[in-house]
């Protein structure tokens, strides 16, 4: 189904981001205690950052957890508005929610990815802010389902907010990988450029799950050309009730912004072509990455057939099924615009590395 347009009111006229890039929203994962709260809004207004974050009511994995201290936690927010004069911002996932934040003047909100993937839920908060005019970031699904956040995108645009924006903060995934959540960069560039004008955070702390990844995400958001981060930050994050290993502290983090990530927003008039340049350049380096993991996952099958064409006494070279497979590959390649002669050498060179890799299986060089 084709998407429909959004109707969107440009983010740098919300009356809360200021260029240059990057847009920073940045506070505790939740607010835990009052002073808490205080000295990381008074640390963060230190270094500059005007729009401050902490989850109010947090959705815990399991039970048991600390789930958010609620509707009190509100009132300490309203003292970060009136002492640091910060904007303040907290996560929604139901109606009552969307009542009370509207009720204690919270500047903007935010669906967590857990509650994007629920349209009734998103339908239930999107009928309760219809009529105010506070901005919404809708954070990815935790699924990979681009539509599924279109989805959402849609219900709180038809019910009237305009000051609409997403943030991502990578998916959900049984394998082991680096970070907490799979990037996915391909869904996200492929949202950008559906909707060019959609304001676009991208969430480095539970994207990375971890401080070593927060530098590495964050300039890989820069580079593909996000306007906005948002980022945990924690007076004394070891301390912290819920994602101790992903917040920052004011001080780590303005040393990120000041002297870590770089900027690329060359004030020239090449400046057209640069943003086109690097954005592409950054594409490339998004499915190389991809074609490296996809060549590790494919040699991994490659080594468990070997393994079991060993226990099972059968020979590795099986010349019928390498040709019926480059046979396919050589239509489907046609398809995607591929020259015959250079879909038959990429995949020759795979077909010869696996068969080296079950080789050594069999002769007993190497085995999982
Ligand atoms: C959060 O922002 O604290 C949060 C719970 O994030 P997510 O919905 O991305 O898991
Ligand atoms: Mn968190």
């Not at 509707?71 to 929604?92: A, F, I, M």
């Not at 004008?197 to 971890?210: N, R």
């Not at 468990?304 to 010349?319: M, S």
Request: with cysteine; proline share 5%; glycine share 8%.
């Amino acid at each position: 189904m084709a998407n429909k347009k959004l109707d969107i009111v440009p983010m740098y006229e919300w009356g809360m981001f200021t260029l240059p890039r990057p847009s920073v929203v940045a506070g505790p994962c939740s607010a835990e205690i009052e002073e808490q709260v205080m000295e990381t809004a008074k640390g963060l207004k230190e270094l500059g950052i005007n729009v401050f974050r902490a989850g109010i009511w947090k959705p815990r994995t399991h039970p048991g957890c600390f789930e958010g201290i609620g509707v009190p936690g509100l009132k300490w927010l309203q003292r970060v508005q009136k002492e640091y004069g910060l904007k303040v911002s907290t996560e929604v996932a139901n109606e009552k929610h969307v009542y009370e934040c509207l009720k204690h003047g919270v500047d903007m909100v935010w669906l967590g990815a857990r509650t994007t993937a629920n349209p009734f839920l998103v339908q239930e908060i999107a009928d309760a802010l219809s009529g105010s005019d506070i901005p919404v970031l809708v954070k990815n699904p935790v699924s990979p389902d681009l539509d599924l956040w279109i989805g959402a995108l849609e219900r709180l645009n038809r019910a009237g907010i305009k000051k609409l924006g997403v943030i991502h903060r990578g998916f959900s995934t049984f394998d082991k990988i680096k970070y907490r959540n799979d990037p996915h960069w391909e869904i996200a560039i492929e949202l950008r450029s559906r909707y060019p004008e959609l304001p676009f955070f991208v969430d480095p702390s539970h994207m990375g799950g971890h401080v070593d990844y927060i530098k590495e995400i964050s300039q890989r958001s820069l580079d593909l050309g996000f306007e906005g981060l948002m980022i945990e930050s924690h007076c004394n994050p070891s301390t912290a009730l819920s994602d101790a290993k992903q917040q920052l502290t004011p001080s780590q983090l303005k040393d990120l912004l000041y002297n870590q990530i770089v900027v690329r927003d060359a004030d020239s008039e090449a400046k057209e072509w640069r943003d086109n340049i690097d954005q592409l350049r950054a594409k490339i380096d998004v499915i190389d990455e991809n074609l490296l993991y996809t060549l590790g996952t494919r040699m991994q099958i490659s080594r468990k057939i070997g393994e079991y064409k060993k226990n099972n006494n059968i020979a590795i070279l099986q010349t019928s099924r390498w040709d019926a497979i480059l046979d396919k590959v050589v239509e489907r390649g046609k398809e995607h615009g591929l020259p015959e002669e250079f879909v038959m050498d990429v995949f020759n060179a795979i077909h010869e590395a696996s068969v080296d890799v079950q080789n050594e299986i069999i002769s007993g060089n190497r085995s999982e």
